[in-house]
């Protein structure tokens, strides 16, 4: 099943502990994205990537970290995570060209 | 000002009723997509348009680029059709930068 599979689905942390959560796609896209939700403030985009070795920053990159080494994966790393990370996070790819995106699951973050 | 703004926010509908959801963009844009997040929370993209109208189902998105402007409609609605619409756009010549309006949370009474 072609699918972008986020982990983990729920995370609660302490104030500076490194974590990282991690994003895979099956489907050999280019593109992949990292997004941050919260409410009254809606989606916003942390970093892109538009192929291996290539990323960009989005709207609110500070205080995340992403790395593109492999074309399947696209890991999202907080090196010291703050309560003002606590979020809904979605990973997302797409082929490149003028496709629709596939959504992961979401990782709800907590940091405390 | 955001730069890209829906409209409405909230709407609420009675079963079968025809709905539009609106998305205005101030910036220039290489390609615009609508999704849909359901209660619970996961994201399915709906249509990705860079001109014209595309039509699945009962649901229509049309787009006038020299207007900046976005329409959503579902024909015929339903409970089921129950969710956040949100309007994304891809900015012209920055690569994969999307900007996304504030979504339009869209209640179907039976």
């Known amino acids: 099943e072609a699918q972008v599979t986020q982990n983990p689905r729920y995370l609660i942390t302490v104030t500076g502990k490194k974590l990282t959560v991690t994003c895979s796609q099956n489907?050999?896209?280019?593109?992949m994205s990292w997004y941050r939700q919260d409410p009254g403030l809606g989606l916003r985009q942390i970093y892109y990537s538009m192929n291996v070795e290539v990323t960009d920053k989005g709207d609110v990159p500070e205080g995340y970290k992403v790395s593109r080494k492999e074309k399947r994966n696209f890991p999202l790393i907080l090196e010291s995570p703050s309560p003002n990370q606590t979020s809904l996070y979605f990973c997302?790819?797409?082929?490149?060209?003028?496709?629709?995106?596939?959504f992961g699951s979401g990782t709800r973050l907590t940091v405390v | 000002k955001n730069e890209v703004e829906q409209s409405p926010q909230n709407l609420t509908a009675q079963e079968g009723e025809f709905i539009t959801i609106n998305c205005s963009y101030s910036?220039?844009?290489?390609?615009l997509h609508w999704l849909q997040q359901h209660p619970g929370g996961g994201i399915v993209s709906l249509f990705m348009?860079?001109?014209g109208k595309k039509k699945h189902g009962r649901l229509i998105a049309t787009i006038n680029i020299q207007e900046k402007h976005s329409s959503l409609h579902i024909t015929a609605s339903h409970p089921r059709d129950s969710a956040v619409y949100i309007c994304?756009?891809?900015?012209?010549?920055?690569?994969?930068?999307?900007?996304f309006g504030q979504g339009t949370e869209l209640s179907v009474k039976p």
């Open positions: 994304a756009v891809r900015v012209n010549n920055q690569g994969g930068k999307l900007i």
């Open positions: 910036v220039g844009i290489s390609a």
């Open positions: 489907m050999n896209h280019e593109y």
């Open positions: 997302a790819s797409s082929p490149s060209g003028p496709y629709g995106y596939t």
């Open positions: 348009l860079s001109s």
